[in-house]
């Protein structure tokens, strides 16, 4: 068989016969390692080399030849020998297969090729993306929503039942104990634990994308929306991330070699709608554009994309002028079925996470809300025994509504939710639970017994099955549900219906969708504030938190007067 | 001669934009597989920056008290938890101009 020696080039192979010829006089040396290969490991700056050839007579000197041998041919090459030598391997590795390899003239497509020929195609690509998002929505809102109700009612029945008669067994019924409890954890946490299901939906939906690879496509599609506003493209990692929460997202900006660059993402990740903010989206929906509802929520994430190319664009031309697109290039997974059971894994995983967080966060913020609720400031309430009109939090959020009035919805219960909102998102409709839900919130009738409850909750599980199987034909236009048949709204969502009815003149709906866009666009919340400052400075801190507040609160003024002129 | 990997370089400059390493394969003429090794020489010499995984070495990112509270973790993050490894091309931008074209 005969041996294949690489060429390595004129100058390349004159050091290593320089090299050979020195080793061949190194007996310690030349009785332990064949000269040629040495030689070129030696050139290739083989890491393991040098220690064990130094502990040998003459070591030193080889390896002092061959630093003097690597300096000249850098010179020679403009380039470091190693590199060289990895060079020319490839070369006489890409002209064996080639003369070896029959039969694939042109270029060779296999399945994932073809695929990716259309849901990464420079026109098509960013369409397909979006009608993906479009239908994770749809089957978020529409198959998912079946399912609020059951959870809402299990909460506010049987559960605060429960509670309630466990107050009164210690004695404490009637007493501020038990309005923390009825009326400050299981009104803010439990409305926030109702959206649950359409978390599961989301993280299912989006873990079956992933399964079959797709979101790595979904990334390079993103990626040349970034380059559109002159993020280089690394940048649409932290964008990506932001789509799940703000504050990793500002962290992964670290990956960015460019300042400008870490800047501007980190300016324009809080843009992206994070997964918190989706309870708002449906919550609201729900009231105001039951039908619409996955538009809806589609329609906040791509308006946030928008937002952030727009201002992305003006920053890049303004404040961050950016000065190179690096190509990159991305290595894609095959594509391939999904099993139930990777994205049942990645499903719980993510919607555990949630609910621990909601066991944090959002009850240490219900808590603080319920105290501000309960502290008279006005009236002749006591504590906990006030009218929430006259309480610390009405007053406090009073003094801010007055800047909504022109958005539609100036009220002190529509203020302080947002206002909550800069601790986290999710709280925001655990307040609004609070404030617009606290007079009907008290638990009413007599206590039903263990069977009767766990009946009354099977019956409504079953309620939202059937709901949810006549809206699944709903993704494809096919409508099983009963039009006639309207869901009686509960007793929160009429409160926050009649509220921004009265705020906003008459135009509740176009009010809604103000408060929409204000949630998305305004600061994400404290944590992605310390995020934004450790990783840029105070004072792009402070441009963030005044600039996007600025921002959604003009987007929200324009979109009410805009939607009341078209007649919303 | 242009060695393949100068080829890969020359052909990357030409690219405004990301592009699929099968596609970067093909118009070098090398195999994909062949092309990951090359990369790797490309990533050791410096000419090409790995894009690191968002939070390497960042677990402050995720540790929890510092973190969204419906965040999951990078490694479980629905939008993130499969992406692409990708690799930049770094450009001395004073030295080499970049053609306009993909």
């Known amino acids: 068989m005969s041996r294949l020696v690489v060429d ?68 020679a090459l403009g380039e470091q020998a190693d590199t060289a030598i990895a060079a020319a391997r490839f070369q006489t590795a890409n002209t064996i297969a080639r003369a070896a390899i029959v039969g694939q003239t042109g270029k060779s497509r296999d399945r994932t090729d073809r695929i990716d020929a259309v849901l990464t195609n420079r026109y098509l690509g960013i369409p397909i993306f979006l009608a993906l998002m479009w239908a994770v929505f749809k089957i978020t809102t529409d198959i998912a929503g079946a399912f609020l109700d059951w959870i809402d009612s299990a909460v506010s029945g049987p559960i605060a039942h429960f509670v309630e008669s466990f107050v009164s067994l210690i004695g404490l019924d009637g007493t501020w104990v038990e309005s923390l409890l009825i009326d400050g954890v299981i009104a803010g946490v439990g409305a926030v634990l109702v959206f649950v299901p359409i978390l599961l939906a989301l993280y299912l939906a989006l873990a079956f994308l992933e399964d079959t690879g797709y979101m790595a496509r979904a990334a390079f599609v993103m990626d040349r929306v970034m380059r559109g506003v002159g993020l280089q493209g690394k940048a649409f990692l932290p964008m990506l991330v932001g789509f799940g929460c703000t504050v990793p997202a500002v962290y992964a900006t670290r990956t960015l070699e460019d300042e400008r660059d870490r800047i501007l993402t980190s300016l324009l990740v809080p843009f992206m709608s994070c997964g918190a903010r989706l309870p708002v989206y449906v919550l609201i929906s729900a009231v105001f554009f039951p039908q619409h509802a996955g538009l809806v929520v589609f329609g906040m994430y791509l308006l946030g994309i928008l937002v952030a190319l727009t201002i992305g664009l003006v920053l890049k031309r303004t404040l961050l002028p950016v000065t190179s697109h690096a190509p990159t290039i991305m290595e894609m997974p095959p594509y391939r079925l999904p099993t139930f059971r990777t994205i049942w894994f990645h499903t719980w995983t993510r919607v555990t996470a949630f609910i621990g967080g909601a066991g ?192 959604a609160w003009a987007f929200a003024v324009v979109f009410f007067q805009g939607a009341k002129v078209l007649g919303l | 001669m242009t060695s393949v990997l100068e080829a890969l370089v020359d052909e990357l400059r030409t690219v405004q934009g990301p592009i699929r390493s099968s596609d970067l394969a093909d118009r070098v003429g090398v195999s994909e597989s062949a092309l990951s090794g090359m990369i790797d020489v490309l990533v050791a010499k410096g000419r090409l920056s790995p894009a690191e995984s968002p939070g390497a070495g960042e677990s402050v990112a995720c540790s929890g008290s510092a973190c969204g509270s419906s965040c999951v973790g990078l490694d479980q993050c629905a939008f993130i938890a499969n992406v692409p490894a990708c690799y930049t091309l770094i450009v001395d931008a004073a030295s080499v101009p970049l053609p306009a074209t993909e």
């Open chain 1, 360 to 551: 944090s966060i959002i009850f240490g913020t219900m808590i603080v809300v319920w105290f501000l609720m309960a502290v008279p400031v006005s009236g002749d309430g006591g504590f906990a025994d006030t009218d929430v009109d006259d309480s610390a939090f009405a007053a406090m959020s009073g003094a801010v509504a007055p800047a909504f009035d022109p958005a539609g919805f100036g009220t002190w219960e529509a203020a302080g939710s947002l206002l909550t909102g800069f601790v986290a998102k999710e709280v925001v409709v655990g307040t609004m639970a609070q404030v617009y839900g606290i007079e009907d919130a008290g638990v009413e009738g007599p206590s039903p017994s263990i069977a009767d409850s766990a009946r009354e909750i099977g019956t409504g599980f079953a309620g939202a099955m059937l709901g949810a199987l006549r809206a699944t034909p709903g993704i494809i236009g096919i409508d099983l549900t009963d039009a006639d048949a309207e869901d009686e709204p509960s007793s929160l969502m009429a409160s926050i219906r009649v509220s921004f009815e009265e705020s906003s003149g008459g135009h509740s709906a176009a009010a809604a969708l103000a408060f929409l866009v204000f949630v998305l666009l305004y600061t994400p919340c404290m944590a992605a504030v310390a995020a934004i400052r450790q990783e840029t400075s105070t004072r792009w801190m402070w441009l963030s938190i005044v600039g996007q507040t600025a921002i």
């Open chain 1, 8 to 75: 390595y080039g004129s100058d390349v192979e004159t050091a290593i016969a320089l090299l050979v010829g020195e080793i061949e006089e190194t007996p310690d040396v030349s009785e332990r390692y064949a000269s040629r290969w040495l030689a070129t490991a030696l050139l290739d700056e083989d890491p393991g080399l040098v220690e064990p050839l130094t502990a040998l007579d003459g070591g030193d000197r080889l390896v002092a030849t061959r630093d003097r041998l690597a300096e000249e041919l850098r010179g």
